[in-house]
């Protein structure tokens, strides 16, 4: 496998938390008290967005007649919040990330834990090249053995062939990189030879070109195996197409009032700990992960659910459901956090380049590859975990998230948009995040 410790967009910081190759910082003290306007002000001005763009933010990004052209049977839209994760700093540079999601305390979870990394230099990211596999079953051979060895000796062959269906990747240095035989000489259906193609599909999520070359290359490699070809798809297990970030929070940037930093270290290490153990805790765990790069796919248009996929089979890789993430205390006492995952994105194709919300977060996240975009997501996903567990660690997932919540109560209440904060704010002086209060305080808002 690749080594993931070599690849980069961008060179690391030697002082990630006050240095930076970046004229702009993502810090932005205050961000979430501004107005919807000033919000959406600050952040054209960051990415240089256009009036239009800015509408797109301010009003409904996807018409219904755009909708309609995108999928088939189409009858309207459905909008999710989007928001930006402020204060990620990776690999020496500075990023405001894009997040569609309509859970409360997920942007302010991210971009709190995104700051405490700053403490210690910032996310180094890195990613394996992006190899896709796509599969062809064969069935019906003579002699399994015989059949790999033959595909094996026409090769270079069979890669020339599906070099042929996507030129503009090759172009662009992509294309076939291997094949690779794997027996399976007892299923329920009798033996079958599941023939790998492996493909670099650079800066493009590459499921159609993925397709488009195993579907190309599977009558040929039938009548080599002289046995049946039946599917012929890509995999969402993209274990060759890697995506890595690591990061070091120095223990006193832990403490809080009630518990020390070395502390806090030693319950957060002890939670990711029960979710290597325990696949009931690691669904948990992982969700929690996927939270954050799901909502980066979203907002940028990439297929979330094929993310999904690849990311929790791969997490039971071993034969054992288990954490996608590693936390422990170094020997210097510090917090050392790292993910590993597949993360088979693009930024080419698609919806990036036809929803009109997903292009203004393309241009807000200024990436130049599917590469540092995939680095983006992992970093997404690690601070996005180490939010969820820290909590949980220390005063309880509930505290931060109810706070959080307390909005959507009050309006579930119906709460008009003016005095939602209001309303919201004695409900969390009260702690007592309910509807029903909430209609209470709204009655008597009304009535003074």
């Not at 027996?183 to 492996?198: E, N, R, Y």
């Not at 957060?268 to 909502?295: C, S």
């Not at 002086?429 to 309910?434: A, K, L, P, Y």
Request: with cysteine; proline share 4%.
């Amino acid at each position: 496998m690749t080594d993931l410790s070599t690849k980069h967009t961008h060179a690391p910081s030697d002082n990630g938390a006050n240095k930076t190759d970046s004229p702009k910082s993502s810090r932005l003290p205050g961000f979430y008290k501004k107005s919807l306007t000033d919000r959406v002000a600050m952040v054209a001005k960051w990415a240089d967005l256009s009036a239009e763009e800015q509408a797109v933010l301010l009003e409904q990004g996807l018409t219904a007649g755009q909708a309609a052209n995108m999928i088939e049977n189409g009858i309207g839209t459905t909008e999710l919040p989007l928001g930006v994760a402020c204060n990620f700093f990776i690999n020496g540079r500075d990023y405001l990330i894009p997040m569609a999601v309509e859970e409360p305390s997920v942007l302010a979870a991210v971009s709190a834990s995104a700051k405490l990394i700053r403490e210690g230099g910032g996310f180094t990211a890195t990613t394996t090249d992006p190899v896709m596999i796509g599969q062809i079953q064969l069935l019906d051979i003579p002699d399994l053995e015989v059949a790999a060895a033959t595909i094996q000796a026409h090769k270079e062959e069979l890669m020339a062939q599906a070099n042929q269906c996507s030129p503009s990747i090759v172009a662009r240095g992509g294309g076939a990189r291997d094949i690779e035989t794997r027996p399976f000489p007892d299923t329920p259906v009798g033996p079958m030879l599941i023939v790998h193609l492996l493909y670099d599909t650079r800066d493009a999520m590459g499921a159609n070109a993925i397709n488009t070359a195993v579907e190309a290359i599977a009558p040929r490699v039938a009548e080599l195996s002289r046995g049946r070809a039946n599917l012929r798809i890509l995999s969402n297990l993209t274990d060759r197409r890697l995506a890595r970030a690591v990061c070091t929070i120095p223990a006193a940037a832990l403490a809080t009032k009630e518990m020390s930093g070395a502390q806090v270290a030693r319950q957060i290490a002890e939670a990711n700990a029960f979710a290597v153990v325990d696949p009931y805790r690691a669904a948990t765990h992982n969700k929690g992960i996927m939270n954050g790069i799901d909502a980066v796919c979203l907002a940028t248009g990439n297929d979330w659910r094929a993310i999904e996929a690849g990311a929790h089979a791969y997490a039971a890789r071993n034969g054992h459901y288990s954490a996608l993430t590693d936390w422990h205390v170094d020997a210097n006492g510090d917090l050392y956090g790292e993910i590993v995952l597949p993360l088979a994105v693009g930024v080419v194709g698609g919806a990036t380049k036809v929803h009109p919300t997903a292009k203004v977060a393309m241009k807000i996240l200024n990436v130049q590859s599917a590469a540092e975009l995939a680095q983006i997501m992992a970093c997404v996903g690690l601070a996005q975990n180490l939010a969820a567990i820290k909590a949980m660690a220390t005063v309880g997932i509930q505290h931060g998230h109810m706070r959080m919540h307390a909005r959507q109560v009050a309006m579930a209440a119906g709460t008009p948009d003016d005095l939602v904060e209001t309303i919201a704010e004695q409900l969390i002086n009260e702690e007592n995040i309910r509807v029903e209060r909430a209609k209470e305080i709204l009655n008597m808002v009304r009535e003074a």
